[in-house]
């Protein structure tokens, strides 16, 4: 056993965790921000394009996303998650330049760069939380990556609202220092992943052991290793539990970009993933803390999980059926200052929490299911393919102006 490495190395698994979860702040949170506000951030009338732009992305990411495993068995972490960060400016530049000349060439480009860069992202970071927490910690490790995550949406929220609520009328897109910011911000991401991972022989743990050998497969036994996964009942029950879990992702930013004004959009996306902080500790709390066996924490998580589930999405389709408000929104959108906003407010909130607890339980649920760090690494690849395909799908409904009922 090697001697315990100091708390600050970065070949501590829990601060190659960190630097993951901080990876994700610069891409995802602040992907995430441009994602809530609607149109991709830009005048109503962009929200088609930006369908479009995010239906190829999740499309092309459901298919590429059950490869990234061998990929990243193949070259490690820090390559693997390099090549990742390189979508999201690429992603974000296409959403600023249609949203200023009206060609739809670039973000349609830019949302099919970033659905084959992300799965990469988020199959190395799906590795890290899994592969490099003791059994005792999955949970932590999964929340600790998501919270930093969402840290940066509500900043990258924060920056955008900011900036819009100084200088820009309600009817017009983001101004140009919005996307500039988030751009600028997701290239620091490389300084993270260049300097900041190392390979896995290298990680330790606290008292210096290292962790499961990182084996390097073949192709043939990576494709061999994929069918195994699909045939194990427990994955098979996960598909729906995967496929449904970021299903708000397609539908709230066009609800948002259909009913509220820019600076009320803008503020419900602070609202929205503020709201998964205290949600993913929370989480945690379930899954890891509470005076029971693993098999009973799990089973309360998930009744906690479809509570909030069952209540959200029922009462959203109650709201869109019922209410005169949504059926003819202000043309200028609904204002935070409007009779009509209280209420899908606390909907916008409510679907914060579900959000994120939905992956963090599910994610709780399918890592116990092995430690094996080669499988956990499709494991991470094949959770994000398939909630690629739930989001794919709803993307391509509101491309194709599927009524929202």
């Known amino acids: 056993m090697d001697s315990p ?7 501590l698994t829990f601060n190659q965790n960190v630097i993951s979860g901080i990876v994700l702040f610069f891409t995802v949170g602040i992907y995430l921000a441009v994602l809530g506000l609607g149109a991709g951030g830009g005048k109503p009338s ?9 239906g190829s992305l999740y499309g092309i990411y459901a298919i590429f ?14 390559l693997t998650m390099t090549i990742g960060v390189t979508g999201y400016p690429i992603y974000v530049a296409g959403l600023f330049y249609y949203d200023r000349t009206g060609n739809e060439w670039f973000p349609i480009l830019g949302g099919i760069l970033l659905g084959l860069s992300a799965p990469m992202l988020w199959s190395t970071s799906g590795f890290i939380q899994w592969a490099y927490a003791t059994e005792e910690e999955k949970g932590k490790y999964i929340s600790i990556q998501y919270f930093i995550n969402q840290v940066g949406s509500v900043i990258g929220s924060l920056v955008a609202f900011i900036i819009i609520f100084k200088g820009t009328s309600t009817a017009e897109g983001s101004p140009t220092s919005v996307y500039i910011t988030f751009i600028v911000l997701m290239c620091l991401a490389y300084i993270l992943t260049v300097f900041g991972l190392v390979r896995p022989t290298s990680v330790r743990r606290p008292d210096g052991t290292a962790i499961a050998v ?8 990576e494709l061999v290793g994929v069918a195994r996964i699909l045939r194990d009942y427990r994955v098979i029950a996960m598909l729906p539990v995967i496929f449904s879990c970021e299903l708000a992702l397609g539908i709230l930013p066009s609800i948002s970009g259909r009913y509220f004004n820019l600076r009320t959009r803008a503020m419900n996306n602070i609202c929205f993933y503020l709201i998964q902080l205290p949600a993913s500790v929370g989480c945690a709390y379930l899954t890891d803390k509470l005076p029971f066996g693993r098999r009973a924490r799990g089973y309360i998580s998930v009744v906690v999980l479809g509570v909030f589930v069952f209540a959200g999405w029922i009462a959203l389709l109650v709201w869109i059926l019922t209410s005169s408000s949504w059926a003819s929104p202000p043309t200028d959108g609904v204002d935070w200052t409007d009779d009509g906003f209280a209420g899908p407010f606390v909907l916008y909130v409510l679907f914060g929490i579900i959000y994120g607890s939905h992956q963090l339980i599910g994610m709780w649920v399918m890592g116990t299911f092995t430690n094996k760090p080669a499988t956990l690494a499709v494991y991470g690849g094949l959770w994000k393919g398939v909630a690629a395909a739930g989001v794919a799908v709803q993307f391509g409904m509101g491309a194709a102006e599927v ?3």
């Open 65 to 78: 996303g059950f490869f990234t495993g061998a990929i990243l068995n193949k070259t490690g972490p820090m």
């Open 214 to 221: 990182f084996k390097t497969l073949t192709m043939r036994e």
């Open 46 to 54: 962009s929200q088609r394009v930006s369908d479009i732009s995010n």
């Open 403 to 405: 009524p929202y009922q």
């Open 5 to 11: 490495p100091s708390r600050f190395s970065r070949n």
